[in-house]
C-alpha cells in the first residue's frame, strides 16, 4: 500500500480521520473510494465522499451521524446510507459487498464481502481504487486493477469481458469519463463496448435509466463530444430507432452552449434545458416515432412535449425565416408557439450565421418588448369582450413589432379608428 500526499481540504481531512476512528473502534474497515478517490489523484476533490465500509454500513452510518450532529438517510435493501453534514456535504456510506447479475441489465443481487470484492464490482478501473482510513494506514491506497497507471496513461478500462453486459448503463458512463477526462476506452474495453452494443443490451435496461444517463452526459461541461462519440459507436439507435444525430445536428452541437447562454443572459426561460441537447439526438422522428421514443425513455411530461412538438417542425421553416424582407411578425407568427428550448435549438442550427444573427435579433427584441395595449384598453373604448379581442391584440402587436407604430398612443388611436364605429 502506498502512501500519496494529495490536497485535501482540511475539514474534508478531518473528517476522513473521523470516519476511520469510528470504524475502528467498532473493530471494522473504512475506505473512500471511487469518483472521489479518482478526483483527488486528478486534483479536482470533489465535495461528495463516497465511503465503503467492511462491515455492517447502515450501523455505521447511523453512528457517523450521531457523531457529526447530521441526518442519516437509509436505504436498507442496497445497504446504503446517506449522511447529511451541516456545512459539509453529502457522505454516501456503503457496506462493501460483491453484486452478481443474473439478468443483463437488470439490478444485480448483492452479498457483503470485504473491500477488493467491492472494488471487482465497479465499472472502471479509475472508479475502483480506496484509501484506507483506517488510523496507522490513513490514505494508503489500495488499487487491485491497476486504476492509478490507467488514470495517468489516460486509459477508460473496464474491469472484465462481462462488465458492459452485466449493465449496459456503464456503455455511457465510459464515454462520459472519456470525455471529461479527455482519456480514451482501452481497446480491450472498446470492443467489449462494441460487443454489447451489437449484441442489443442496451434494449434491456429501463427508460428511467436510460434518460438518467443521457440526463448526466447533458450536464457535463462538453456534451457535443459524448454525443458524437455515442453516436460513432452506434449506441443511439440502439436506444431507439428515432435516435441519432443527422448531420445538421452534427453542425448545430458545437453551437448550443453559446445559444443556452444567449437564451440564458436574454433570462428567456429554458425549463428543459437539458432538452435544447436532446434535440441534437432526434433524427428527423415523425410524431408517431417522437411519442413512441417519449414512452421508451419514460420522459415527463414537459419533455415529451418538446420532443413532440419538435417532430412537427418543418425543416422549411428556414426558408421561411431567412427569406428577403420578412417581417417581425412573420416571425413571430412562426416561432411564437415553439417551447423555448426547440427555439433556442433552432438558433443552433441555424444553416448560416447571418440567420442566428437575425435569430438572436429577434429574440432579443421580442422579449424586451411587451404589447402596448391590452384588453383592459379595449374595455375602455366600449369594445364588447369576446374572440375580437384577441384578433386586435394579436394585430396591434404584429403592428408594433414591424414598427408601423411608434408608442402606445399611435397603437391606441389606430384601434380606435378601426374598430370603434
Ligand atoms: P461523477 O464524478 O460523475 O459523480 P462518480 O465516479 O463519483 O462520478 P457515481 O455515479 O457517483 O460516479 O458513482 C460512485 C462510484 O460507484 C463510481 O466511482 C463507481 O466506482 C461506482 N459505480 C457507479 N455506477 C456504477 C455502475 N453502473 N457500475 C459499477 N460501478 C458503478
Given at each position: 500500500?502506498?502512501?500519496?500526499q ?7 481531512k ?7 476512528q ?11 473510494v ?10 479536482r ?7 465503503t465500509?467492511?462491515?455492517d ?14 441526518e442519516v438517510?437509509a436505504?436498507?435493501?442496497?445497504g ?5 453534514i ?26 457483503k ?18 484509501l484506507?482510513?483506517t488510523?496507522?494506514y ?10 492509478l ?38 481497446e480491450?474495453?472498446?470492443k ?22 443521457l ?8 456534451p457535443?463530444?459524448a ?23 452534427k ?16 433570462q ?21 416515432e ?12 414537459p ?37 423555448s ?25 421580442i ?5 402596448w ?15 375580437r ?26 384601434v ?6
Amino acid at each position: 500500500m502506498r502512501t500519496f500526499q494529495f490536497q485535501i481540504p482540511p475539514k474534508t481531512k478531518s473528517l476522513l480521520t473521523k470516519v476511520g476512528q469510528l470504524a475502528d473502534e467498532r473493530g471494522e474497515a473504512a475506505y473512500a473510494v471511487g469518483g472521489f478517490v479518482r478526483d483527488l489523484f486528478l486534483r479536482r476533490p470533489g465535495m461528495d465522499i463516497d465511503i465503503t465500509v467492511e462491515g455492517d454500513g447502515l450501523t455505521f452510518a447511523e453512528k457517523l451521524a450521531k457523531l457529526t450532529g447530521s441526518e442519516v438517510e437509509a436505504f436498507t435493501q442496497f445497504g446504503t446510507s446517506i449522511v447529511v453534514i451541516p456545512g459539509f456535504g453529502k457522505v454516501d456510506v456503503a457496506t462493501a459487498r460483491t453484486e452478481s447479475y443474473e439478468k443483463p441489465g437488470a439490478l444485480p443481487k448483492v452479498e457483503k464481502s470485504g473491500i477488493v470484492q467491492d472494488l471487482y464490482r465497479r465499472d472502471f478501473t479509475i472508479n475502483a481504487m480506496a484509501l484506507s482510513l483506517t488510523p496507522g494506514y490513513f490514505l494508503k491506497l489500495l488499487d487491485p486493477f491497476g486504476g492509478l497507471e490507467d488514470l495517468k496513461k489516460g486509459r477508460v478500462r473496464a474491469l472484465h469481458e462481462k462488465s458492459f453486459i452485466d449493465d449496459p448503463t456503464r456503455i455511457f458512463r465510459a464515454v462520459r469519463f472519456e470525455q471529461r477526462f479527455k482519456t480514451r476506452i482501452e481497446e480491450k474495453t472498446q470492443k467489449w463496448l462494441l460487443e454489447a452494443v451489437k449484441g442489443d443490451y442496451i434494449q434491456k435496461v429501463s427508460g428511467e435509466r436510460l434518460r438518467n444517463e443521457l440526463r448526466l452526459i447533458f450536464q457535463e461541461p462538453h456534451p457535443e463530444r459524448a454525443v458524437l462519440r455515442l453516436e460513432e459507436l452506434g449506441v443511439l439507435p440502439r436506444i431507439h430507432p428515432a435516435l441519432g444525430v443527422p448531420l445538421e445536428a452534427k453542425k448545430a452541437l458545437p453551437q448550443i452552449d453559446a445559444a443556452i447562454g444567449f437564451f440564458r443572459r436574454n433570462q428567456i426561460t429554458l425549463e428543459e434545458e437539458k432538452m435544447v441537447w436532446f434535440q441534437a439526438l432526434l433524427s428527423n422522428p415523425s410524431v408517431h416515432e417522437a411519442e413512441s421514443l417519449s414512452k421508451r425513455l419514460m420522459l415527463s411530461r414537459p419533455e415529451q412535449k418538446i420532443v413532440t412538438q419538435c417532430a412537427t417542425v418543418h425543416p422549411a421553416i428556414y426558408g421561411e425565416l431567412s427569406g428577403e424582407g420578412v417581417m417581425v411578425s412573420r416571425m413571430y407568427k412562426l416561432l411564437c408557439p415553439l417551447k423555448s428550448e426547440i427555439q433556442c435549438f433552432l438558433m443552433a442550427a441555424a444553416p448560416t450565421p447571418v440567420l442566428r444573427q437575425k435569430l438572436a435579433g429577434y429574440f432579443s427584441k421580442i422579449q424586451k418588448s411587451k404589447p402596448w395595449i391590452r384588453g383592459r384598453d379595449l374595455q375602455a373604448m366600449g369594445i364588447a369582450p369576446g374572440f375580437r379581442y384577441s384578433f386586435i391584440l394579436l394585430e396591434a402587436l404584429n403592428a408594433q413589432l414591424d414598427g408601423k407604430f411608434k408608442n402606445r398612443k399611435e397603437t391606441l388611436e389606430w384601434v380606435k379608428k378601426t374598430f370603434v364605429a
